[in-house]
T-cell receptor
């Protein structure tokens, strides 16, 4: 089955700096890669996602890049703010579309924004 | 986007007993899933809740331990049976909408402690 590795486990950055979290996946059939933000005591919230036919996607301060050949994808957060502090999870799915398959998650990255 | 609620939000149970967790979505969804998140850990897919038929379980999870129902397109239940302290986790429901999107929305989770 699919295996998703995520690094680093903890990331501390100064407010205003950029943060990068990296994930690798094992199953070349994976074609959907979402990123979730989880705050303490809450369920995961989707922040951005990308399908395998796209190499990069951006939404304001957040961007995701995908390298299918190397089987890795990364989350980039620019101009970090205190409210970005949370645990971030990457995930992968081999869904043919319509969200038919469940997600395989990485172990998470605890992002700490230092004021 | 779908709004998902879960009941109860938390519970403390005695070993050997069972707990049923309810998941309600505010609109019709195509797929519903159940995940487990052990303390400080990542999310692991338990099963796909199929509407009107038996759930599809992932490796390591069995129907006798985690019976699941999905009587309609907006509601599902997960029962944790014959609980032991190792079942102490957060249980999360998720759902996808439509036939062309893979986006999974998550509920707030049910925090279960087994004594």
């Amino acid at each position: 089955g699919e295996n998703v590795e995520q690094h680093p486990s903890t990331l501390s950055v100064q407010e205003g700096d950029s943060a990068v979290i990296k994930c690798t996946y094992s199953d070349s059939a994976s074609n959907y890669f979402p990123w979730y933000k989880q705050e303490l005591g809450k369920g995961p919230q989707l922040i951005i996602d990308i399908r395998s036919n796209v190499g990069e996607k951006k939404d304001q301060r957040i961007a995701v890049t995908l390298n299918k050949t190397a089987k890795h994808f990364s989350l980039h957060i620019t101009e970090t703010q205190p409210e970005d502090s949370a645990v971030y999870f990457c995930a992968a799915s081999t869904s043919p579309g319509g969200g038919a398959d469940g997600l395989t998650f990485g172990k998470g990255t605890h992002l700490i924004i230092q004021p | 986007s779908a709004v998902i609620s879960q009941k109860p939000s938390r519970d403390i149970c005695q070993r050997g007993t069972s707990l049923t967790i309810q998941c309600q979505v505010d609109s019709q969804v195509t797929m519903m899933f159940w995940y487990r998140q052990q303390p400080g850990q990542s999310l692991t897919l338990i099963a796909t809740a199929n509407q009107g038929s038996e759930a599809t379980y992932e490796s390591g999870f069995v129907i006798d331990k985690f019976p699941i129902s999905r009587p309609n397109l907006t509601f599902s239940t997960l029962t944790v049976s014959n609980m032991s302290p190792e079942d102490s986790s957060i249980y999360l429901c998720s759902a996808t909408q439509g036939a062309v999107t893979d986006t999974q929305y998550f509920g707030p989770g049910t925090r279960l402690t087994v004594l």
